[in-house]
């Protein structure tokens, strides 16, 4: 936290935490004999709880909240992009 009481940069710390979970979780998430469900609980519980970490200690900007938000949905469309395209290869 900066001396002017913004959280820019834990929050970028946090996203980029959030990135190299998720690049650790890539096969998991992305493999098709895993049901989306449980991909779904997969991602909640690793990525989105490393991202969320401490964030209840520190002031949140509106800036900071829709820059989470749109990391996440960037990994989700992403892990769900390779479900999609296997689906639409068997039907």
Known sequence: MSVDGDADAP????IRIGWNKFRQLVPLLTNRDISLVRGGRLYSSCVQSSMLHGSETRPVRKENEVALQQVEMRMVSWMYRF??????YIN
């Open 83 to 88: 479900v999609l395209r296997f689906w639409r």
């Open 11 to 14: 929050v970028e710390a946090r």
